[in-house]
């Protein structure tokens, strides 16, 4: 790799946060497949970039066809044996694979601060958490693989089954790399796949971090990591003939390539895409929870860097004056810095792409006449904070609903704000986007509650809350916002399962009718 920095300015390294920068080097350049953290076959690299110093804390292989090649051959032969392993097998080697991933929880969420902004102990950390949820979730789902069977009909026995189907290519983002790598992996092996993961070119090291864990409970080859960029690595993964099934989470334009990679083979997909979701609080909501709501819902502590961020903010006109003051006084007490430090409540952007792209959106509402700046807006003052890629929580009044502001998934800690005062109109303009992931209203009144479950288009409607999705209930984007489900039951069996209709006759003359 090239050479390690150390920023100039950070001062003295705690003891852990030392071992992680160690860690970073000790993964640099490798990927894991077939059981071991190892060279890649491409001599090429990319750098790894600490967002809040801007140093290079590491570089990683910059794989291309021939990386996804060799990968895709080591898990379909890896499939062969692993699909004959006993689902309950599967299941409890999963979740022994979630104990050593609570092992080393503390350590991954370091390292995925250390490379993606986010802060460690509002997000990074508590990521890890439902990390080990989802493994031991889908662990205990193994008895779960079993089709249907039909009463005897004459003479006949009529089943369906629930098989693997094969390699899995997984390509996943850098927002929430381990747990998005958990959501993946852990219902693909259940199921008896094997998998090849790409990682996000920003996050790849704690999600490698996590696959050579894996190794030492699963056999080599079941889940296998590489990193590369999108075109060079993503799409011949995606397009590979004996990748059988992929799974995508990112921006939707590279979800609709995906679907059509996939189409020459007949490959399914699912795909969890962006969102430009809406938060509506009517004028007889509880304030003192909507108000948390909006700052949780625009998931500012993980700088609004989620897909189902509450980014459109839609404030009854006789409600807006009071939630817009407290809002944002609550907003300006979060506090904002190095990841790292466990005092930070808000860490920082993950690229310098990502930064500009921000800021690109920012500059227009800063053009448009009428809109107003309410709080944020770019670079926080402290001294401190003036090299890294942080950005105050920012809301925006005054945009017109066409503005890009209003209608593109900014996928930064800026929200927009509009007022309302009439329940239908607002509802058809959070209706308005060509997304469909997620929205919340917050309201006392049961009729307006239920109306708004009926007339919403998203794939997660919650009221009096803007969590994210929870384990178990299937969860995932209609519209542009993508396509299929992830974290449940569900989902493991209708996206990581294929099934074959079997019937067994007993001797009964076969049926007159064929089709
Ligand atoms: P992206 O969609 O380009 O990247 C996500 C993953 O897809 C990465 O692993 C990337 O290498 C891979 N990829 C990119 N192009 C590909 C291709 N042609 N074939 C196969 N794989 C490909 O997202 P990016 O560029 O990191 O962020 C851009 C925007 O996407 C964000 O501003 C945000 O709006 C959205 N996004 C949404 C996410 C979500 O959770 N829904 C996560 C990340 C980004
Ligand atoms: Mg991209």
């Known amino acids: 790799m090239s050479v390690q920095e150390i920023p100039e300015g950070i001062g003295d390294l705690a003891p852990e946060v030392q071992a992680t920068y160690d860690d970073a080097v000790r993964l640099s350049d490798k990927v894991v497949v077939d059981g071991k953290l190892t060279s890649a076959l491409t001599d090429e690299t990319f750098e790894n970039v600490n967002p ?12 291309r066809e021939a990386d996804v090649d060799h990968t895709v051959a080591v898990a379909k032969k890896a499939f062969r044996s692993w699909s004959r392993v006993t689902a309950k097998e599967r299941g409890d080697l999963t979740r022994k694979l979630a104990d050593i991933i609570e092992e080393h929880a503390d350590d991954i969420a370091r390292l995925e601060a250390l490379e993606n902004g986010n802060a460690y102990t509002t997000q990074a950390r508590p990521e890890l958490d439902i990390t080990i949820e989802v493994l031991r979730l889908f662990a205990g789902f193994a008895s779960e693989l079993k089709g249907n069977t039909v009463p005897w009909l004459d003479g006949t026995l009529h089943y369906t089954t629930r098989d693997p189907i094969g390699v899995v290519g997984a390509i996943i983002p850098w927002n929430a790399p381990v747990w998005l790598w958990a959501c993946k992996v852990a219902p693909a092996i259940v199921a008896g796949n094997t998998v090849v993961v790409k990682t996000a070119e920003q996050a790849p090291l704690a999600v490698l971090k996590c696959t050579e864990l894996a190794q030492q409970v699963l056999p080599a080859g079941v889940v296998n990591t590489i990193s590369g960029f999108g075109e060079e ?4 993964l995606a397009e590979h003939k004996d990748v059988r099934k992929i799974t995508f989470t990112g921006s939707c334009p590279v979800g609709r390539q995906i679907m059509q990679y996939a189409a020459d083979k007949l490959c399914p997909v699912t795909l969890e895409l962006g969102g430009k979701s809406p938060n509506i609080v009517m004028p007889d909501a509880d304030l003192d929870l909507a108000i948390p709501g909006v700052i949780t819902g625009m998931r500012f502590s993980r700088q609004g860097q989620s897909c189902t961020a509450g980014s459109r903010l839609f404030l009854h006109k006789d409600v807006a004056d009071e939630i817009l003051e407290r809002t944002v006084a609550a907003m300006k007490n979060l506090k904002i810095g190095d990841p790292l430090d466990p005092e930070s409540e808000i860490g920082t952007i993950v690229s310098q792409e990502q930064f500009d792209r921000v800021t690109r959106y920012v500059e227009l509402a800063r053009e448009t006449p009428g809109a107003e700046i309410l709080c944020g807006g770019g670079r926080p003052d402290d001294p401190a904070l003036q090299k890294g890629l942080f950005f105050e929580p920012t ?46 209203l ?17 794939g997660l409607v919650q009221v009096n809350q803007y969590g994210a999705p929870v384990s178990n209930v299937a969860y995932g984007g209609l519209n542009q916002s993508g396509l299929g489900k992830e974290c449940s039951l569900e989902s493991m069996l209708e996206h990581f399962t294929r099934s074959r209709t079997v019937i067994i006759n007993q001797g009964t003359p076969d049926p007159a009718i064929n089709v």
């Open 52 to 63: 809040a110093w801007l140093n290079v804390i590491g570089s990683s292989p910059r794989c």
């Open 233 to 236: 690595c993503g799409k011949p």
């Open 395 to 440: 809301l925006i009044k005054g945009v017109p609903h066409e503005s890009p502001c209003a209608q593109e998934e900014i996928f930064g800690p800026v929200a927009v704000v509009f007022e309302w005062d009439d329940f239908t109109t607002v509802l058809n303009r959070a209706n308005d986007t060509e997304y469909g992931l997620a929205a919340t």
């Open 442 to 458: 917050w309201t006392r009144d049961l009729n307006h509650a239920m109306r708004f479950v009926d007339e919403i288009e998203a």
